[in-house]
């Protein structure tokens, strides 16, 4: 089978295969197979992706106070204006936002208790099967 796709696709190699033995002959035919075109690098000249748009960064404290800057993702128009405390919900004002909650600080009862233990768990797991031996 070496041979015929070896026919095929290199008819213009100056040698037979059939003087090599069947692994050397499939060795031959891998290494003259044609390297893809998505795999050759761009060389000099070569077209460069646009620059990165750096955004400004709005240190005025009163419109900080007003407004969220940056939240606006629309290329005009005006920013976002914040409301009043007590027009967000109160779920709002509880969510955590510091580091993650170790697991002895979560209740057992809950979701996040569960799903953090899972991924202590697959991080053990995979710790150990890295030391293992084939």
Not at 19 to 23: G, H, I, Q, V
Not at 46 to 53: F, H, I, R, T
């Given at each position: 089978m070496a041979?015929?796709?070896a026919r095929t696709c290199f008819s213009r190699v100056p040698f037979s295969l059939s003087?090599?033995?069947?692994?050397q002959s499939k060795l031959l035919i891998w290494r003259l197979?044609?390297?893809a075109k998505?795999?050759?690098k761009a060389g000099k000249g070569?077209?460069?992706?646009?620059?990165?748009?750096r955004m400004e960064v709005t240190t005025d404290?009163?419109?900080l106070l007003q407004y969220c800057c940056g939240a606006n993702y629309f290329k005009e128009g005006p920013e976002i204006e914040l409301k009043p405390d007590s027009e967000y919900?109160?779920?709002l004002w509880e969510l955590h936002i510091g580091p993650p909650l170790?697991?002895?600080?979560l209740d057992p009862e809950t979701p996040q208790y569960w799903r953090r233990l899972k991924k202590l768990d697959i991080k053990r797991h995979n710790k150990l099967s890295k030391y293992k031996k084939f």
């Open positions: 041979t015929s796709i003087s090599f033995s069947s692994n197979y044609p390297v998505y795999a050759k070569a077209a460069v992706g646009p620059e990165k748009v404290p009163e419109k919900p109160d779920w170790k697991l002895e600080e």
